[in-house]
Structures are given as C-alpha cells and as structure tokens.
C-alpha cells in the first residue's frame, strides 16, 4: 500500500444533464474529500455539467475523439495518464471503456475498470468482440444492478469474480417525504387532496413507454372513477403523446409538464410513480421515488425487481404487458390513503441505495484492487 492520495480518472463521452452524469457531479467531490486526487476527462465534448463539476474543485479535461480509435485521441488520453500519474482509470460505457482501455495499457496505469450501465449496450458483433479483447487489459468491470451484471457476465464471458455491483446512489437528503412540498406540488397542479395523482418521471421516448402508460392510464381511471396521471421529462415523442392524449379524450386528466428541476417536489406531489419502461439499467427515479416515501409502479426490467423487492414498496409487471399495468394502475387510484401507508417502508428500501452507500463501496473497491495490482 502507498501513504500518499490514490490518483483517479474518471472518463466518459461527455457531461449532459443525464441520471449517469448527475451521479458523478455528485460522487467525485465527495471521493475527493476521502483522499482521492480525483479528476475527470471528457471524450468528445464538455456537456452542460462540466462547469457545475469543476466548480466543485474537480478538474475535467476534454480530449475531443473523432472516433472510439482515433489514434490522435488515444495517444492525448495516454499522455494524460501518465502527465498525472493516474492510479485508477473508470470509464463510463463502451465509448469511452475502448479508447480508456487501450491509452491505460499504455501508460502502464495499475488499476482500469470498465463500467456498463445498462442490459443490451452492445451495438453488433464488432462490439462484442472488442470489449472481450479488452477485459484482459482492465481489472474488472463494474454493473449498475445484478440484472445488468448477468448481462455483462454473458455478453462479454467473464467469470462472476470479475463484475462487480455498484448500484446507482441518491441523495436521500434531498430526496425525503416533506409535506410542505406536497402542498406545494399539488397546489401548482391545482389539485387538492381527495385526487390521486400519479407520476411518470421520464423521457418521452420509446424505451419508457410513455403510449403503453397512457393507454392503461385511461382504462384505469374509468375503473378508479378518479385520478390524475402527470408525465415530467421530455423528448420525441411529446407531439405524439399530444394526439393520443387528444383521441383518448384525456386532456382534463393527464398533464405534460416537461423537463423539470424539482423533482423532490412532484414526488412528494403524487400518490404514486410510474416507469413501465421496456429497457432499464437501475432506475435512479424508482430509488428517489421510494426515497420521498412513495411505491413504485414498475416493469420488471434492469435492476427493478432489485430495488421493489416487497409488495409494500410497489409493484412489478411483465415489460409491455398492458393488462397488468392498468390493474396495477387501478389499484393506486382507487386507495390514495393506503399508498401514503407505505411510506415508512418506501424510505426505509430507499436507504439501501444512498449516495453515502455508493461513495463507501467505491472507495473500497478502489483501495482493495490499488492494494492489489497498484504499483507503489
């Protein structure tokens, strides 16, 4: 072992306002405060969070990549490596896993992890077969949820021993129940308190299914007799969410309120949540949705069923299966009163997947392998 600060870099494409992004605006600063000489590098562009993650005292670097194996792009990235002594390279995703791999080879770096954060990454044989090559160049690999490292485990044929679990971390301070936001929520809805209200807090795109909720939306709520449902997020299918909410003839029951930045208060706001997506990683919005003491209603998906591993805490249903979805969706609406039951055991799941928990199991993951390929 060495007394002086373990050195790591961080590397990924770029730094928009995303899940994955937001996490290491949030992580870094904090492995800083533990000792870490931590840093980041960008592979393409900077991205809208770069500046909130610098200011934070986080260096970040772009080194703009043509390609995953731009020859210019990659000699940068191994100059950098070793200008900095870097102990520790993690890379976020296949793009920036290939180009990282290959430079920490390269400049003799100890310790390299490749981190996947979703099932199905790989786009055609040629990843596939690119990423095994690598692994016998990195240290371990690094999956969001047990869902996502049996994936890894197979796509890539490694043994157990190399992928490990890090579950995505939230804030649990800033995600709480709290009913002044409640209050506040609903009354920026214009609801009052006898309404229930359920929420979908995700991009309007394919992969979340935001047609398939609706559908069942509207069979629910003719069961329910009663209830509001709220989309919150944005993206391409907004227009077509429009129509279909026009020809169901739901204007007056279901709300599109866009992206938006107070998200702990339409939490608080809902009855319940809503992500039957067909795709998932590990949902940061399930966790900061139970964190606000609220169930989940969600397809068994990703690291899902992981984190509602309880029928107190929400509920489960076959990716796509419609039937399922409006029966679940009923239910919430038509008993407000026992969802806001289960809070205490929403928040108490919740807690299993602090920010706090993720910067530990980090730290120790990145201090066991330094001690154990680390050079001195």
């Known amino acids: 072992m060495t007394d002086r600060p373990l050195r790591l870099l961080r590397a990924i494409t770029w730094l928009p306002v995303g899940g994955i992004e937001r996490r290491l605006v949030a992580v870094l600063p904090q492995l800083a405060a533990r000792g870490f000489e ?6 393409r562009e900077y991205g809208a969070l770069a500046a909130e993650l610098r200011a934070t005292g986080v260096p970040v670097d772009l080194i703009p990549m043509r390609s ?21 390279l993690h890379a976020h995703m296949y793009r920036a896993s290939v180009p990282g791999t290959i430079a920490a080879r390269l400049a003799g770096t100890p310790v390299v992890f490749g981190q996947v954060h ?81 929420l979908v807090p995700a991009r309007l795109h394919a992969q979340k299914n935001p047609l398939g909720v609706l559908d069942a939306f509207g069979r629910a709520v003719r069961a329910a007799g ?31 309120l866009g992206s938006r930045d107070d998200m702990p208060t339409l939490y608080n706001a809902a009855d319940a949540v809503v992500l039957s997506s067909f795709k998932e990683g590990f949902s940061n919005a399930v966790v900061e949705a139970l ?10 998906v990703g690291g899902n069923r992981e984190a509602l591993d309880s029928p107190e805490v929400g509920w489960i249903h076959a990716a796509g299966d ?16 026992a969802l806001r039951a289960r809070a205490s055991d929403c928040r108490r799941r919740a807690l299993h997947f ?18 154990r390929t680390g050079r001195q």
């Open 38 to 43: 931590v840093r980041l590098v960008c592979l």
């Open 68 to 88: 995953r194996l731009d020859p210019r792009g990659i000699r940068a990235l191994t100059r950098l490596l070793g200008e900095q002594r870097i102990d520790i």
């Open 118 to 198: 979703n099932v199905g990454t790989w786009q055609g044989a040629r990843q596939v077969w690119m990423d095994r090559f690598l692994c016998r160049w990195r240290t371990g690999m690094i999956a969001v949820s047990e869902a996502v490292r049996r994936d890894v485990m197979e796509t890539l044929r490694l043994p157990a021993d190399r992928v490990r679990v890090l579950y995505n971390g939230i804030d649990t301070g800033h995600f709480r129940p709290d009913e002044e936001m409640r209050r506040v929520g609903r009354a920026s809805l214009g609801l009052d308190e006898a309404t229930p209200l359920l």
């Open 226 to 256: 009663a209830g509001m449902l709220a989309f919150a997020g944005g993206g391409p299918l907004e227009e077509d969410l429009r129509d279909a909410i026009a020809a169901a003839g739901l204007g007056d029951r279901v709300r599109l």
């Open 291 to 300: 964190a606000c003491g609220r169930p989940v209603i969600a397809a068994d």
């Open 322 to 337: 419609g039937v399922a979805l409006t029966k679940q969706m009923a239910e919430a609406l038509a008993d407000p009163a």
């Open 354 to 371: 602090s920010l706090d928990r993720l910067v530990d199991e980090t730290e120790r993951l990145y201090r066991e392998a330094f001690a």
